[in-house]
Nanobody
Framework: QLHLVESGGGLVQPGGSLRLSCVSS????????VAWFRQVPGKEREVVSC????????YYPESVEGRFTVSRDNDGKTVYLQMNEMRPEDTAVYHC??????????????????WGKGAQVTVSS
């Protein structure tokens, strides 16, 4: 079966850090653009980072620019999201998605082929 599994979520205090992992099963993430999305109840899933398969570029929206970093492991099966200087508004369920080659700055849920079930991240004192 082809699927993704996220891990590394949890509770962190404001200003703290977490690192999320996204591990693929049955396929190589090296063949896909990988994006991290987050979602809170009642709102649409939003992109918080993207790693392009075609040119290796990355993208971050202004809300996380300078605080979040996406990276790929050399094994081709793991993508990480390092989150620093976290804020209460970062609280959400975080999902990784692997999909087609599409401009990272415009990446959207419709481009994703494979999803993970998500990891809860809570930023609170």
């Amino acid at each position: 079966q082809l699927h993704l599994v996220e891990s590394g979520g949890g509770l962190v205090q404001p200003g703290g850090s977490l690192r999320l992992s996204c591990v693929s099963s049955g396929f190589s993430l090296g063949l896909y653009t990988v994006a991290w999305f987050r979602q809170v109840p009642g709102k649409e899933r939003e992109v918080v980072s993207c790693s392009s398969v075609s040119d290796g570029s990355t993208y971050y929206p202004e809300s996380v620019e300078g605080r979040f970093t996406v990276s790929r492991d050399n094994d081709g099966k793991t993508v990480y999201l390092q989150m620093n200087e976290m804020r209460p508004e970062d609280t959400a369920v975080y999902h990784c998605g692997a999909g087609r080659d599409y401009p990272c700055s415009k990446y959207r849920v419709e481009a994703v082929y494979y999803w993970g079930k998500g990891a809860q991240v809570t930023v609170s004192s």
